[in-house]
């Protein structure tokens, strides 16, 4: 029993030093690659979210991978060509195709279908359309578009909130938090990782003093405490459907959304701040 527990231990320390290997390297290498890389993200992320309530093998469930699909894919060809961008209205003819599908359904709950595709393109699609805005600066010179320093931070910050989190909890941890959505997240191990991943901010903001200070505190606000919110969203999606993996993705860590709950809600506030802010 002991040794399963090891072998489980490693398996998944394992999978997760080759997600985070790959995952940095597509984000560094060139805005192609980052575009790519999230793009699948976002496919499997969508798709999971449409298995988990029930839309597989509906006219709900194409129509809205082909949106988010559509949607995500566009975005990257005009931020990264410079190209009109009113080519982004095109995935709402697609909408309308699933009201027109709800409508002369003879499935019992139509609109409740169309609902949860619509669902699924702003809690698992939109999220990673917002990053390509971050990581993507189409109004620069052609050799300065492509923008890695934010995402990369971010993704450091969500995994140093999540990892001290865990060790925080497993040593400190009484108090629970969300008993009834997280059972395992106590108080004591979301303040550590909130606190050890403000201390990798602040070591970022020693190591780059070129970026803007107020910069790289939004992005630790959005990859630690919102960061928090949205893993308890992700964990309240899966109890309400009696499931402990949104799917199999990594090998001891689940699906694509258990591996991205944290980017959910925390991405869109980095696309408003680099858009209108900064």
């Known amino acids: 029993m002991a040794e399963s527990k090891f072998a489980d231990v ?30 699948v993200f976002m496919l499997g992320a969508l ?18 991978t082909l949106a988010g699909t559509a949607f995500f894919t566009l975005t990257a060809v005009a931020l990264l060509q410079l190209a009109d961008f009113k080519w982004l209205l095109l995935p709402i003819f697609i909408v309308v195709g699933g009201v027109l599908a709800a409508t002369f359904s003879k499935d019992g709950h ?9 669902a ?18 189409a109004y620069a010179s052609p050799e300065q578009i492509h923008r890695p320093f934010p995402i990369l931070l971010f993704m450091v910050l969500v995994w140093s909130t999540d990892t001290f989190a865990y060790l925080s909890g497993k040593f400190f941890g009484k108090n629970k938090m969300a008993p009834s959505i997280s059972p395992g997240k106590t108080w004591e191990g979301t303040g550590g990782g909130v ?23 939004t992005i630790w606000f959005a990859g630690s405490i919102l960061a928090v919110l949205g893993d308890l969203s992700e964990s309240k999606l899966k109890r309400s459907v009696n499931v402990k993996d949104s799917g199999i993705f990594m090998p001891g860590h689940g699906g694509f959304l258990d591996r991205f709950d ?9 696309m408003v701040y680099y858009l209108l802010l900064r």
Do not use: H
């Open 10 to 39: 490693w398996k998944r320390a394992a999978s997760g030093a080759v997600f985070v290997l790959v995952t940095i390297s597509c984000i560094w290498f060139s805005a192609y690659s980052f575009a790519l890389a999230y793009g």
């Open 47 to 64: 798709l999971e979210f449409y298995k988990l309530n029930g839309l597989k093998g509906t006219a709900q469930y194409w129509l809205g």
């Open 110 to 118: 139509p609109f409740t279908q169309l609902g949860k595709m619509l």
């Open 120 to 137: 699924g393109l702003i809690y698992a699609c939109f999220p990673f359309v917002a990053l390509l805005f971050v990581g993507i600066d």
């Open 195 to 217: 606190f050890c991943s403000l201390l990798v901010a602040i070591g970022a903001s020693q190591l780059f003093p070129e970026e803007n200070f107020i910069t790289i505190l």
């Open 262 to 270: 944290s980017i959910l809600l925390s991405a869109p506030l980095l």
